[in-house]
C-alpha cells in the first residue's frame, strides 16, 4: 500500500523522521513525502536510498515537491 | 534523485568544508582574531556591541562576513531558485532559543565553527566544548525522537523574505557610510573598537567577499556544523559530518602552513580552560541548536534563502548577545562571568521546558 507523509513547513530533521518512521513499517511498500524546500527534498531522498528505498519520482507540487520512494 | 545541485554531493559538502576552513584559516592571517577566522556568535556579539546593544568595548565591530553569509545565500537561493518567503513556525520560541544559544556559546567562547577552528589552531580546551556541544544535541536528539517539533511555516509574501538580507544591506550601509575615524571608538552611527578582538579584523572588501563566497557555497551544500552531529547521533548520517570534519582539517593544515596552529590548554587566544563551564556553555548552545534544527552558521544561511523564523532566531542571537556582556554572562579570557554559572541553568531550564511541552503540534 502507498502512504502519504505530508512534511510541508517542518524544520530539519523532521521530514526525514517522519519518512524513515513510515519506511519502517512492514506494510507499506510505496512512500509518497511532501516537502516544501529544496533541503528537505535532498535530505528525504538521500536518507530514503540511505535505507535501502529507491526514490522512483521527483515532482514539483504546490511550490513544494512531492518524492515517491519504492521500499526495496 | 536530487537533482543537479553537485554542492550536495558528499565531495560537494567536503568541498565547502574545506573551502570554509581555508578560508576562515587565512582571514586570521589577514588581521581576524586567533583561532576566530570566522565565529558566527562571536561576529553576531561584535555587531551586538557596533550597534551599542552592550557596551564591552573590546568587542564592538559590525562583520562584514555575518553580511556577507546572508546576502550570498539570498543570492544563491534566487539564482537557483530556491527563494522561498516563509514564517510561522513559533517564532517567539525561536527567539528565545537563539538568545540561550548566544549566551551558552559565550560561556564557552565560541560558537560550533569557533569550536573547530580553535582546535584546528591547537585549542584543547575546544575538545571539551565539541564534547559539550554533542551531548547538547543528542539531548536535542531524545526530544527529536518523542515527537518534539515547533510546528509548521507557512508561505508568505515575498517581502517577508526580503527582510532579513534588506536588513543586513542596512548594516552594510552603515558600515560604508560610517567608517572608524582614526584612533576613536565611535563613528556617527557605530561604535567600534580600539583594542581585543573587535580590533582585529580583516580588509572590510575582503571580509565580505569571503562572506559572500561562503555564503553561496553554504547555501547550496546545506553546511550546518550541529546537524553534522545531529544527523550522525540520529541517524547514523555522516553526510554532513564530512563537511564538518574537511573545516576542522583544512583548517588545520592552512594553520600549520601559515604558522598558526600552537598546541595546549593554557594561554590559547580567547579562550579559558575551565573546562565544566567549557562543557556546560556548549551543551546549552547545543540543545538550543538542536532545537531550533541548525547551527548559527545555518540559521543565517536559511534566513538569506526567505526563512523569517531562522531570521528571527539570529535576531534572538544578537539580543542574547547584548544580555550576555550587559549583564555579566559571558565569559573572557580570564574565565567565566560573574553570573555565567546561572545563566547556563537558566538557558538549560527553559531549553529542557521547550524540549518536553512542544510536540506534535500540527505534524
Redesign the interface.
Known amino acids: 500500500m502507498t502512504t502519504m507523509v505530508d512534511a510541508r513547513g517542518l524544520s530539519c530533521p523532521q521530514p526525514v523522521i517522519m519518512a524513515l518512521d513510515e519506511m519502517k513499517k512492514e506494510d507499506n511498500r510505496e512512500l509518497v513525502v511532501l516537502v516544501d524546500t529544496d533541503t528537505s527534498k535532498e535530505n528525504v531522498s538521500r536518507a530514503a536510498t540511505s535505507q535501502g528505498g529507491q526514490v522512483s519520482e521527483v515532482s514539483e507540487e504546490g511550490g513544494g515537491y512531492r518524492i515517491t520512494v519504492r521500499k526495496g | ?3 543537479k ?1 553537485i554542492f ?1 554531493t558528499r565531495w560537494g559538502i567536503i568541498g565547502v568544508g574545506a573551502a570554509i576552513g581555508i578560508l576562515a584559516a587565512f582571514l586570521q592571517k589577514l588581521g581576524n582574531p586567533a583561532n576566530m577566522g570566522i565565529c558566527v556568535a562571536c561576529f553576531e556579539r561584535d555587531i551586538a556591541g557596533a550597534l551599542g546593544l552592550h557596551r564591552a568595548e573590546v568587542v564592538q565591530y559590525l562583520r562584514p562576513e555575518i553580511v556577507g553569509f546572508v546576502l550570498g545565500s539570498f543570492v544563491a537561493a534566487y539564482l ?1 531558485r ?1 527563494f ?1 518567503p ?1 514564517v ?2 513559533a517564532p517567539i520560541v525561536r527567539f528565545v532559543l537563539g538568545a540561550f544559544a548566544m549566551i551558552g556559546a559565550l560561556v564557552f567562547l565560541g560558537c560550533p565553527w569557533r569550536a573547530a577552528l580553535r582546535l584546528a589552531g591547537g585549542d584543547g580546551n575546544a575538545l571539551v566544548g565539541l564534547a559539550g556541544l554533542t551531548f547538547g544535541i543528542w539531548i536535542g536528539t531524545l526530544f ?2 518523542k515527537g518534539y ?7 508568505t509574501h515575498t517581502a517577508v523574505g526580503w527582510v532579513m538580507p534588506l536588513i543586513m544591506l542596512g548594516f552594510l550601509a552603515l558600515l560604508l557610510i560610517s567608517p572608524q575615524p582614526e584612533g576613536q571608538a565611535k563613528s556617527e552611527f557605530l561604535f567600534y573598537s580600539l583594542k581585543g578582538p573587535g580590533a582585529a579584523h580583516a580588509p572590510l572588501a575582503i571580509s565580505l567577499a569571503i562572506g559572500l563566497g561562503i555564503g553561496i557555497l553554504a547555501q547550496r551544500s ?1 553546511f ?1 556544523t550541529m ?1 553534522a552531529i ?2 550522525g547521533l ?2 547514523g ?1 555522516v ?1 554532513l559530518l564530512s563537511g564538518f570534519i574537511s573545516l576542522i582539517l583544512f583548517a588545520f593544515l592552512t594553520n600549520l602552513l601559515l604558522g598558526q596552529f600552537h598546541p595546549g590548554f593554557t594561554g590559547q587566544p580567547i579562550a579559558h580552560d575551565q573546562h565544566v563551564w567549557n562543557f556546560a556553555g556548549m551543551t546549552l548552545a547545543g540543545l538550543a541548536f538542536a532545537l ?3 547551527c548559527p552558521g545555518r540559521q543565517l544561511f536559511l534566513a538569506g534563502e526567505g526563512d523569517g ?1 531562522a531570521a528571527v532566531f539570529v535576531l534572538g542571537m544578537i539580543v542574547g548577545a547584548g544580555f550576555a556582556h550587559n549583564f555579566g554572562l559571558a565569559s573572557s579570557p580570564n574565565g567565566i562571568g560573574p553570573h555565567g554559572m546561572a545563566a547556563v541553568a537558566v538557558g538549560l531550564t527553559v531549553c529542557l521546558l521547550i524540549g518536553l511541552t512542544m510536540r506534535n503540534k500540527n ?1
Open positions: 534523485m536530487t537533482g545541485n550536495a537557483a530556491e522561498r516563509r510561522g513556525s527529536l525522537k517539533n515547533l510546528g509548521r511555516s507557512q508561505a546545506r550546518c546537524g545531529r544527523d540520529l541517524f548520517h553526510h531550533a534544527g541548525g523564523d505534524a
